[in-house]
């Protein structure tokens, strides 16, 4: 049988998380965020980046 990722925290196996959270100062925890914003946005949407990107390739 396959073993499949824990995507939640059981109780035998706390999450370390919230630790490594707490221990990054206010930039570090932008830049996360910032990060994971921008792959989210290149999932949703992949065409409007690659239009941006000939867009931007066109007026150089």
């Known amino acids: 049988m396959l073993k499949q990722l824990n995507l939640w925290p059981t109780q035998e196996e706390p999450s370390q998380t919230q630790e490594i959270w707490q221990t990054l100062d ?27 990107k000939g867009a931007n390739n066109e007026h150089q």
């Open 26 to 52: 206010h930039e570090q925890r932008s830049q996360v965020v910032m990060t994971l914003a921008q792959l989210i946005r290149k999932i949703v949407c992949p065409e409007k980046s690659k239009q941006s």
